[in-house]
């Protein structure tokens, strides 16, 4: 599962930081979806913090699995959460279906690191 834990880390990560960079950082793209969801920036700068920290958790998790475990977790639920939201704002399940699958993969590089 070596294998398997180092690609899903590392693919999950470089999807989760410029994402979670960009929502830290207020870009316009991300201000709309904000503002689309009903969310405030500060919220939103928030998710962009967990999205962060959980990317480089996964990173440190191929030194020590647990860290690895509890950072896709946390990206699972909240990535769950976001699908959550675009269904409950009403939009089509195909908006909410990036979400789902992250958190899809997100679940799977838990197992993998157990």
Request: net charge positive; charged share 10%; glycine share 10%.
């Amino acid at each position: 599962m070596r294998t398997a834990q180092l690609i899903l880390s590392v693919v999950l990560a470089l999807v989760f930081l410029p994402l979670g960079a960009a929502k830290i950082a207020a870009a316009p793209v991300m201000r709309r979806a904000a503002a689309h969801l009903g969310a405030t920036p500060g919220l939103y700068r928030v998710v962009g913090a967990l999205e962060t920290a959980g990317a480089a958790g996964l990173l440190a998790g191929l030194a020590w699995a647990p860290l690895g475990v509890a950072a896709a977790a946390g990206l699972a639920a909240l990535m769950v959460a976001a699908a959550v939201a675009h269904l409950r704002h009403g939009d089509p399940p195909v908006r909410a279906l990036p979400a789902g699958v992250l958190a899809l993969t997100t679940v799977c590089a838990a197992v993998a690191a157990t």
